[in-house]
Every structure is written in C-alpha cells, then in structure tokens.
C-alpha cells in the first residue's frame, strides 16, 4: 500500500504529472538513457519531482512514522490510551523557542541557517529539549520518576509554554504573528534532501530502538511495580523512551511546526484495529502514522491549488473523522 | 534455601510502618499473614519482594540478598500478584497470562501451551480470547492469578521458587476460594514457597503450614494454626470476641465469632 500511496502523491500536485511519466523520470534517473529524457517538458517535470515531491513525500513519511511510534509509546508507558507525546511538555517548549526566535531574531531569520535548518527550527528543538527535560527533573525523585508527576508536570510546563506564546504573540508585529500561528499549524513546505536525511536518521533510529521494549511496554501496561517483578528495569526502560520521545518530537516540531492528531489518534485507532499488544502496535502505527502524512499533505497541496493548505489542519480534519468512525463501530459491537 | 526477613523496620514520612520484623517463607511451605486492617501485611509485603525498601534489616532470596539479585533472575524465582492491577487495555486473558513469562525465554510454542494450562489451572479456560476489560472482578483475579502462576510455572536452576500472594481471594466466590486453596497447596507440594496475605481466618487456617498474625507493625504470633490461634490472641489482636472450635473434617482450628 505504501509505493501506491507514494505514486499516488508523487502525481498529485498543483502540475499534475501522470503515472506513466513519473515512470518514465524514474527510468531516466537510473539509466542516464538521454532517449528517454528528450521531452522538452521532462527536465522539469524532472525537478518537481525529485527536488520537491519526492524529498517532501519522504518528510512526510518519516515525520509520520515518529509522530504515531511516539505517541504509542507515550500511550504505553502512561498508560494512558488519551496520552499524546507533547504530554511530556515537548510540543509546548519548542513552541516557545519558535515564537523566541521569530519575534527576537526578526529578519535574521531569511538569512540564518545552519546544516540546511531555519533559526527557528533550532529554535524550537532547544525550547522542546529544555521542557522535556524540566518536566522529567520535576518529576523524578530518588524514588524513581513518577508518571502521574509527570502529567501533571508536562501539563503545567504546557500552560506556562501558552502563556509565554500568547505573550510572545502579544509584542509581535502583524507579519511575525503570522509567522507564528502558520509555523504553529504545522507545514511541510521547507523539505529538502538534507532536512529529508536527518529526519530519515531519527525516524531510523527510533523505528530501531523502539520495538526492542515492546515486551516491557507490554508489561508497563500492568503497572510499573508488576513490571519490576516480571524483571523489567522500568527506571532504565523509562529514562531511554522519553529521551528518546523527546528526540523524536523535538525534531518533528523543529522541521514542521505542530503536526496534531498523528501521535494520538494513529496509535489509538491501530490499538482499536489489532488490540494493544506493542510488538504489533508499534510498527502498525509507524506505518500508518506515515501514510496517514503522506495523504494528509498531498492533500494540502491541492485543495485550494495553487497555494498550500498548513499540513497540520489536514492531519486534524483527516484523522479526527476516522477515530470517531472507530469510535461509533466499537460501540456497536459493545 | 528461604525466603527470609530479619530484622525488618520500615519508616515512612515519620510512620513506623514495619518494627522487628522477622519471617522466614521455607520451599515447599504456604504462610498465611493474616491482621486487622493497616497492620502492615502489604507493607511487609513490598519489602519481602523488593518493591521497597527496609528502612533497617535485610531481605533475603535463596541465601543472597534480594536486591543483589538481577531483576530478571529475581523474576524467575519470585512471582507477586499484588492486591490490584488495573489494566485499562484490551489484552485477552492469554495475552494478559502470556505476560507472564516474558522473564523466560523458552519460545513462543511452549509459551502458549504454559498459558493454555496456567488458565486451565484457574478455571478460565472459557476466558481465552475474552477481553480484560469485559471480565468480572473475580474473572479478572483469575486471569492475574494464571499470569503469575505462568511466571513460575517450571522450576530453575537458579533456586526454589516463592510465591507472593496479596489477598488472592478478595473477588472469589466460594468454589474458586477453595480453588485457589487447592492451587497454594499443589504448589507447595511441588517445593514452592507461598505467603499469602488472607483476611479469612478460617481459610488461612485450613491451608497454612505457618500462620504469622499482624498487629500494628509487628508479629503478635507465629507458628502452626493450632498454636497460634487462641481466643485471646484474636481479642487481643482484632478486638473480637470469638470462640475456637475443631473443624469436624479437617481438624483444623474454627474460629466462631
């Protein structure tokens, strides 16, 4: 399902391109054949394709797999079925640390750039690494780290991050206050293929490290102290998933702004398809969580052709319907 | 080899929850703790097993101290079913069961044969495929109970193998009371050590080699039912007045209030 998806996206977009061209730009891109690129229209077609779709189909995808494998494991180790990684206050500081950037640094910002990324997506990976690692510093104690704590904690970091923002948004100027609530909407328009290759390595690396504590989620589900008695080092298991979660938002925020809905809706509803057992649920996620950006976003590029819809009102509006759908089946099978 | 306490006091936020505590759970025996409400049987509990720890003493498993053991090692010898677990998941009661041996790493085709027969143990066997969230309390008790027992369901190489019990039969209706008493004692004669925190002391009577009584922190009484229970030790200790009688069949200690 997965390559019709990526056709399907490759062809959609304000130049529609058909099938039978994106196989003829892919032959070309292999054989160097110059037969085959002798359309006139090809090398264009050429740049749409491989220097903007593929790279932001791509981003797409890797942004999807972490925002849904996050937000099943934050689901797990909470044990909460409503959890959502910006809970671990994540979303909210690099909130923030955008906002920061984008009133204070003014026109800095076109210029700036360092390995291909905006001031402000440093911006806001530095504002989600500070509150994630405020709320697990109030949270943990020589006891162990606290998960209710933590919720309660992610939830105060997240209304200071709103009032800091709104008090951001109160001194800022018209154009940075449409910076801020266009960044805050989530969008993908910025890929490229560095930005693609970075978020391919935490997408991997997650994608990688994840599914090794599929049985101590499992576990986790129980409860924290029957865990430790199935010899579970819930300590060590915890400190690893949030980092991690925390690396994970933190670079999907930085590279899209605030893309709702994919970390708490995708796992739920595969929770609700295949039931909770993480050694499923995690990779079903990953690969849902990825199509369901890849259409969301092919989407946004068309609706209202030629502009962009922000990705992240897609993913919203695409996403909430199919959960309550899920929703109103369970409960007639109840 | 034993599961022991020695000494044991546990202070919590200026509480002495726990004061010279000392037990000793033999392979091959059932304890039964019984006590007045808040008289420290859960907190003794969590320190036998490690969940917290003792203020002053130490806690033992198989001759070495309890927390020098691995936590997976410790995992394939201790088992605890704890008074509550709420799970607001989905799993299946084998899912739920199967979780239990995740300290074993004996492949997916045993595992599955140790659930069916962990459940069976249970009389859940009808539950299977049902779901966690849909069972009664006492269904659901079964369910942890088959989880635990799966979790020690071979022995080691590592040692004997102990079994914690908090309030096992809380949900229980009277046939699967007498279940879960026949199960204990089936373990024991195995060679597994039980200690189980019980509020009826007629059942703690029937089943238990060593009946330890609690009253505010520390041990009123130990030893075999018929030693330990007397009419003013349950005065005493509950505030009850009460008469002991013989059970016409078993012998055992009745007591009649």
Known sequence: MLPLV?????????????????????????????????????????????????????????????????????????????????????????????????????????????L???????????????????????????????????????????????????LLSYFADNDMLRQISLWQMGNLST???????????????????????????????????????????????????????????????AMAGMIGFVGLIVPH????????????????????????????????????????????????????????ALLIQRRREI | MALMAENISLHISGFNLLRNVSMRVEPGTVTAIVGPNGAGKSSLLKVLTGEMTASTGHVSLNHQPLNSWALGQKAKMLAVLPQHTVLNFPFTANEVVALGRIPHQTGILKDELIVADALKAVDANYLQKRFYTQMSGGEKQRVQLARVLAQIWEPTQLGDQFLVLDEPTSAFDLSHQKLTLEIVRGLAEQGTGVVMVLHD????????????????????????????????????????KSIIAKHPVTQKPLVIT
């Open chain 1, 269 to 324: 509803a595969i929770r609700l398809l295949i039931g909770p057992d993480h050694r499923w649920l995690l990779p079903g996620s990953a690969l849902a969580g990825g199509l369901l950006l890849i259409i969301a976003d092919s989407l946004a590029r068309v609706v209202v052709a030629p502009t962009e819809l922000p990705t992240g009102i897609l993913t919203a509006l695409l996403g909430a319907p199919f959960f309550v």
């Open chain 1, 191 to 253: 890929a490229n293929w560095s930005r693609v290759a970075m978020v391919a390595a935490v997408a991997a690396l997650l994608g990688g490290l994840f599914p090794w504590d599929s049985r101590a989620l499992n576990a986790l589900l129980l409860g924290e102290s029957e865990a430790r008695h199935l010899g579970i080092d819930v300590q060590r298991v915890k400190r690893r998933l949030i980092v991690l979660t925390a690396l994970g938002i933190g670079t999907c925020v």
């Open chain 1, 6 to 114: 990526v056709i399907f996206a490759l062809g959609t977009g304000t130049v529609n391109i058909s099938i039978a061209d994106i196989w003829q730009a892919t032959r070309g891109l292999f054989s160097n054949d110059s037969s085959s690129s002798s359309f006139s229209s090809s090398s264009q077609i050429h740049t749409i394709l491989f220097d903007i779709r593929l790279p932001r189909i791509l981003l797409a995808l890797c942004l999807g797999v972490i925002l849904a494998i996050s937000g099943a494991v934050m689901q797990g180790l909470f044990r909460n079925p409503l959890a959502d990684p910006s809970l671990i206050g994540v979303s909210g500081g690099a909130s923030v640390g955008a906002s920061i950037v984008i009133v204070m640094a003014g026109e800095w910002i076109q210029s700036g750039s360092a």
């Open chain 1, 116 to 166: 291909g990324l905006s001031a402000v997506a440093v911006g806001a990976f530095v504002g989600g690494f500070i509150a994630t690692i405020l709320v697990y510093r109030l949270a943990t104690s020589e006891v162990g780290t606290s998960v209710t704590t933590m919720l309660l904690a992610g939830i105060a970091i997240g209304a200071i991050a709103g009032a800091l923002n709104s």
């Open chain 2, 201 to 240: 002391l007629n059942l703690a009577a029937r089943c238990a080699d060593n009946l330890v009584v609690f009253d505010s922190g520390t041990i009123a009484a130990q030893g075999s039912p018929e030693e330990v229970l007397t009419e003013e030790l349950i005065f005493q200790v509950f505030g009850v």
